[in-house]
Nanobody, 121 residues
């Protein structure tokens, strides 16, 4: 059974830092593109950052220079280091695992349950 379990969320002051983790099981982790998405109350879910199986990264403009996504294939875990946090970063953060038909028989897409990040003074 595929499981993505996020952790590391919480309450932090503006300008502070937080590191999110997502532990994956039930997938061939090394071939998946891993991503972080977030959803604020009343807003649509948006992409935050992705990291491919080849360690290529991509970030939303709103987090460039502040967030860093990384992965540890030996631990089947993807991380999101969040620095210089702003109140507008407040959201539920979701972990995503994606593999295309280029590397798999079919495209697959999985989601974690989410972890709350609140940035407030």
């Amino acid at each position: 059974q595929v499981q993505l379990v996020e952790s590391g969320g919480g309450l932090v002051q503006p300008g502070g830092s937080l590191r999110l983790s997502c532990a994956a099981s039930g997938i061939m982790f090394s071939i998946y593109t891993m991503g972080w998405y977030r959803q604020a109350p009343g807003k649509e879910r948006e992409l935050v950052a992705t990291i491919t199986s080849g360690d290529s990264t991509n970030y939303a403009d709103s987090v460039k220079g502040r967030f860093t996504v990384s992965r540890d294939n030996a631990k089947n875990t993807v991380y999101l280091q969040m620095d210089s946090l702003k109140p507008e970063d407040t959201a539920v953060y979701f972990c995503n695992a994606h593999v295309s038909a280029t590397l798999s028989r079919v495209t697959r897409n999985y989601w974690g349950q989410g972890t709350q990040v609140t940035v407030s003074s």
